[in-house]
Every structure is written in structure tokens, then in C-alpha cells.
């Protein structure tokens, strides 16, 4: 396993990397940056690793400019003191986080979860970005489009023609108001983060509705609701008793 640590306070990375090799004797450290500038260069310059250790405060600025400027395909553990606003936002966008100082229970925790992915997150750029966003304007921002593939061709689409999305197989469908089904790089976990929360809602675990495309709605047995849709939806929709009420509420705003 090839890590990189981006980290500006040389105690604090020889701290990290004594105790990475304690817990994971194979590693090796690929390299050690301590700003965003050195960091865009070493990836660009470099084969990606297979892990990125990265503190949130570096030398230069935050460490989130780094995926502005470029493509980061390798999943990242951030190491942070940080306010609770980015904590939360790790959490939702299942990114993994460790509060300094770091801990070694913790540390080995997260070596745990990045072996059971062992893969990047679709779409993490569009999360990186929008934090980045939010922090520096203070204000939420949301997805605008998406870039969908046809054929050879690809094309942006707005997320205001997006009627519902829903996953089949762990792929994630994109569908608009005129019928068209497209595969989003995203799942619909990413989705209700990027999403403005005011057009569209989690339905259950498999559909986000936008509240253009809900018809009606019928109460059903325990509590549950059964929801209707256009364009025609792959499958039903039952929103659950523990949903119901937040969903009524979202489409009578």
C-alpha cells in the first residue's frame, strides 16, 4: 500500500508515519507534502497512490483547493481539528476523518474501512467542490447539472429536468420529466448532498423524487405511503412510516 501524507507540521507527519508503519508494516510512503501548490505538483507528477493521509489546514490555505485544481482518484483520510460544520459534512459524504490528535484505535479503524472500499467514491470532485463552496461563501450550493454519457457523445443535463433518480444494482439512474433515463456517476447517498433539499426528497432507499414529478399520494397500511409519479417509475414507491411525515411536509412548503 503506497501512501502519500499531506501534512505542513513536520512533528505531526513523522508522528503519523511511525505510527502508519505500527499499524500497517507493508505500507510504504510514497511521498510528503505540506501545502496545496506541492500537493497538485507531486500528484501530477506522480502515479496516484493508493491512499491519501491529508490534513485539512496546511500551509497555503485548506486542503479542499487541492481537488479545484486537480483530479484526485485516490480515497483520501482527512486528519483534522476542524469545526463541527466539516465533521458533519465528512460524515454525510461518507468520507473518512480523524480528529487530532490522532488516535491509534481510530487510525486502525480507518485503515479498516479503506481496505472494505478499497475503490474512490463516485463523485467525491462534486462533494470536494461544494464544500468548498459553502465554506468560502457561507451559503449552501447545490448541483446545477449533471454530464451524462450517449453513445460516444457526452452533454450536461439540468438537474431541472431530472424527475426522479433511482438505483437498480448499484447503478444510479437519473431520470427527466421527458422520459430519458440516464446513468449518473453518483449514489443517492452523494445525491441528497448535492441536491437542493427544497426540490428534491428521499423517497426510500432507492428513489430521490423531485416534487414536480409527484401526482398524488395514497396513505397505506402502517403508516406507509405510496407515491405516484410521472414519468413512470421502474417500480413502486413506498415511502416509509419513519419518512412519511418529513415528506408530507416537504411537498406541502
Not at 103 to 125: H, I, N, W, Y
Not at 144 to 167: C, I, M, N, W, Y
Request: glycine share 4%.
Amino acid at each position: 500500500m503506497n501512501i502519500l501524507i499531506v501534512e505542513d507540521e513536520a512533528p505531526a507527519a513523522r508522528r503519523l508515519q511511525k505510527m502508519v508503519s505500527e499499524l500497517e508494516p507493508a505500507a510504504v510512503f510514497a511521498g510528503h507534502t505540506d501545502g496545496i501548490r506541492s500537493t497538485v505538483c507531486w500528484l501530477e507528477t506522480n502515479v496516484a497512490p493508493d491512499l491519501v493521509l491529508m490534513d485539512i489546514q496546511l500551509s497555503d490555505g485548506i486542503s479542499f483547493e487541492i481537488f479545484n485544481r486537480t483530479t484526485i482518484s485516490s480515497p483520501v483520510i482527512f486528519t483534522t481539528a476542524y469545526d463541527e460544520y466539516a465533521v458533519r459534512a465528512f460524515k454525510v459524504n461518507s468520507i473518512d476523518y480523524l480528529l487530532k490528535p490522532v488516535d491509534k484505535t481510530e487510525l486502525r479503524r480507518s485503515f479498516d474501512r479503506f481496505r472494505e472500499r478499497r475503490a474512490p467514491v463516485p463523485g467525491s470532485q462534486d462533494l470536494f467542490r461544494k464544500l468548498v463552496n459553502e465554506m468560502q461563501t457561507g451559503k449552501p450550493v447545490f448541483k446545477t447539472r449533471f454530464l451524462v454519457s450517449k453513445g460516444p457523445d457526452l452533454f450536461p443535463v439540468e438537474s431541472s429536468q431530472a424527475a426522479f433518480f433511482h438505483t437498480e444494482e448499484r447503478v444510479v439512474f437519473m431520470h427527466t420529466h421527458d422520459g430519458k433515463r440516464y446513468i449518473i456517476e453518483h449514489t443517492l447517498d452523494e445525491l441528497e448532498s448535492l441536491l437542493d433539499p427544497a426540490v428534491f426528497c428521499r423517497a426510500n432507499r432507492q428513489f430521490i423524487l423531485s416534487a414536480s414529478c409527484v401526482r398524488s399520494m395514497q396513505a397505506g397500511f402502517n403508516g406507509k405511503i405510496k407515491a405516484f409519479v410521472h414519468p413512470q417509475p421502474p417500480e413502486e414507491i413506498i415511502v416509509s412510516r419513519e419518512r412519511a411525515v418529513a415528506f408530507k411536509e416537504w411537498l406541502n412548503r
